[in-house]
């Protein structure tokens, strides 16, 4: 892996220097900006991330150690390798109670430079999980994001609370690191708005809602629960919700009757009292999508949940579910999920 380096320092020479350094040897480190000042360097960091940021003391606007203590209220993880011209036992007394990695002097000697690289690489990677640890969080991360996603669409607000809250409570008791948990955030909002955006493409005039995280765990709990409710309010504005009722009672009827094999469109566009063609072309209006697709979906995500039961059997969950022919059961599932019932029971230690 190539961790993000970002070097801030007003003097080109130096700039040209290190990234000579950085390009020559096998660092494990990619450079991802420059800047002259700290104030430009603020800007990269909210755009880049960098795992490690390499900065003059003495800049024009906002000073190194200035800089420092802002970019760490961005994020408390980055690691910091400060360059100075001067040999002053201030500064470097100052750096080490801001966490600072490193103090270099200028002229930078390159097997210093290269060394001290290599002491703050080798930190980065103990406090970085392992790709097993990675890949299981990717895993999670899907689950969470389908569940969560689910749910925003049912306009289940009551039950969205409660997952959030037991998904922030479980990368707690992880122990996850705040950059962890941050980055654990913006990967399920990704998952979340473009799960949600495909299934509103069809609509007009949709304003997405946006998000922005800062550091610490609270606010990014608060933050992504308020970012999940706006998307049910956008929903609920789009469908006009308590004006087109009839819809929504077919909806409901969905929801109750889904295992009922006999379930049909016509079934249901007769109980509400609608043309079947009428009643289609409504609901995808309404629900932004088909009614084969929204009962498939509806079906797949109730048997995902039973298939996590390991008491269950996979073909008592199709019967139950709305399928009574097996195959085509298996076959719709890995359609929609990319595994097979019993594959997916895999990935949960279930045979």
Not at 1 to 25: F, G, T, W
Not at 153 to 167: D, G
Not at 207 to 231: A, K, M, V
Not at 270 to 297: D, L, Q
Request: hydrophobic share 35%; with cysteine.
């Amino acid at each position: 892996m190539m961790y993000k380096v970002l070097i801030v320092d007003d003097e080109k020479l130096i700039k040209r220097s290190l990234s000579a350094l950085l390009k020559k040897h096998s660092t494990g480190f990619q450079l991802v900006g420059e800047a002259k000042d700290g104030e430009e360097a603020l800007e990269l960091v909210q755009m880049h991330h960098p795992h490690l940021i390499i900065t003059d003391i003495r800049m024009p606007k906002l000073n190194g150690l200035d800089f420092i203590q802002k970019a760490r209220s961005l994020n408390q993880q980055i690691k910091f390798m400060i360059l100075s011209g001067y040999d002053e036992f201030t500064y470097a007394q100052q750096a080490l109670r801001y966490g600072v990695n490193d103090f270099l002097l200028k002229p930078i000697k390159p097997e210093l430079f290269l060394t001290a690289l290599e002491t703050v690489r080798n930190e980065i990677e103990l406090e970085s999980p392992s790709k097993a640890e990675r890949q299981e969080q990717l895993s999670f991360i899907t689950l969470t994001a389908e569940d969560i996603s689910h749910l925003i669409w049912m306009l289940e607000e009551q039950e969205l609370v409660s997952k959030v809250k037991e998904t922030h409570a479980y990368l707690l008791q992880k122990h996850t690191t705040q950059l962890t948990m941050k980055g654990f955030y913006e990967d399920l909002v990704t998952y979340v708005s473009s799960t949600l955006e495909k299934r509103v493409k069809e609509m007009k005039n949709v304003i997405i809602p946006e998000i922005t995280f800062p550091y610490g765990s609270d606010e990014l709990h608060n933050r992504f629960l308020t970012y999940c409710q706006e998307w049910m309010i956008l929903l609920k504005q789009v469908r006009n919700i308590g004006h087109k009722t009839t819809i929504l009672n077919g909806v409901d009827y969905i929801n109750t009757h889904f295992a009922d094999h006999a379930l049909t469109l016509q079934k249901v566009a007769t109980i509400v009292g609608m043309s079947p063609s009428y009643f289609s072309m409504e609901f995808k209006k309404e629900m932004g999508e088909s009614y084969k697709c929204y009962v498939t979906k509806l079906r797949i995500e109730k048997a995902k949940t039973l298939l996590k039961n390991p008491l269950s059997k996979s073909y008592d969950i199709a019967e139950s579910v709305g399928y009574g022919d097996y195959p085509h059961f298996t076959k719709t599932f890995k359609k929609s999920t990319g595994y097979t019932p019993t594959q997916f029971r895999k990935r949960f230690g279930i045979d």
